[in-house]
């Protein structure tokens, strides 16, 4: 089972500010076929199912504003959200899916304003 | 726009099996490239994939939860269904039903229902 980690646990960004959440796989999810690393990133506000942010690492998602970032590869990644603004406030997972169909989510990262 | 419905009960008994259903609309469960899958969510805790299903009936569970999950798949209603047994108070949770393939994760979720397990 590929197990994924998350740091830190929690953070409080003023707003404006940028946040910073890092990720780290047991073994590399980057396919040598394609080059591309199966990492995903989702937030999770309060009461809502998940919502797809990053897929293949750094790919955003239709939608997704562009204060959303992800870079990483093998088994080091992370998510910025360069100028946080209030609605950004929710919980943060990564998700690798290089063994599809089976998968496995970080512990998530909580997001706050300072 | 796809969409995904939870449906089951709210309430389960230890000892008895949960058994939810999700229905697909707005796009076909037959679809290529996708499977059909159930994570769950116990409260203030992180998401648990407990296992997921391709339109031709292959099944793919959770190590740590496979004794106890059956999915199955009704392509003529278009909906998919979970069945977990010998229930304890730890699989309380949100379970949401979802669409994920190997392109970009996880890209449908149902909104989810609590099913608590209490006697």
């Known amino acids: 089972d590929i197990v994924m980690t998350q740091s830190p646990d929690s953070l409080a960004v003023s707003l404006g500010e940028r946040a910073t959440i890092n990720c780290k796989s047991s073994?590399?999810?980057?396919?040598?076929?394609?080059?591309?690393?199966?990492l995903a990133w989702y937030q999770q506000k309060p009461g809502q199912p998940p919502k797809l942010l990053i897929y293949?690492?750094?790919t955003r998602e239709s939608g997704v504003p562009d204060r959303f970032s992800g870079s990483g590869s093998g088994t080091d990644f992370t998510l910025t959200i360069s100028s946080l603004q209030a609605e950004d406030v929710a919980v943060y997972y990564c998700?690798?899916?290089?063994?599809?169909?089976?998968?496995?989510f970080g512990p998530g990262t909580k997001v706050d304003i300072k | 726009q796809l969409q995904l419905q939870e449906s089951g009960p709210g309430l389960v008994k230890p000892s008895e099996t949960l058994s939810l259903t999700c229905t697909v609309s707005?796009?076909?469960?037959?679809?290529?490239?996708?499977?059909w899958g159930w994570i769950r969510q116990p409260p203030g805790k992180g998401l648990e994939w407990i296992g997921s299903?391709?339109?031709?009936?292959?099944?793919y569970y959770n190590p740590s939860l496979k004794s106890r999950v059956t999915i199955s798949v009704d392509t003529s209603k278009n909906q998919f269904s979970l069945k977990l047994s010998s229930v304890t108070a730890a699989d309380t949770a949100v379970y949401y039903c979802?669409?994920?393939?190997?392109?970009?994760?996880?890209?449908?979720w149902g909104q989810g229902t609590l099913v608590t397990v209490s006697s």
């Open positions: 979802a669409r994920h393939g190997g392109l970009r994760g996880v890209d449908y």
């Open positions: 707005g796009g076909s469960i037959s679809s290529s490239s996708y499977y």
């Open positions: 299903i391709y339109y031709s009936g292959s099944t």
């Open positions: 998700q690798q899916y290089y063994s599809t169909p089976l998968f496995t």
């Open positions: 293949w690492a750094s």
């Open positions: 073994q590399s999810v980057l396919y040598s076929s394609n080059n591309k690393n199966y």
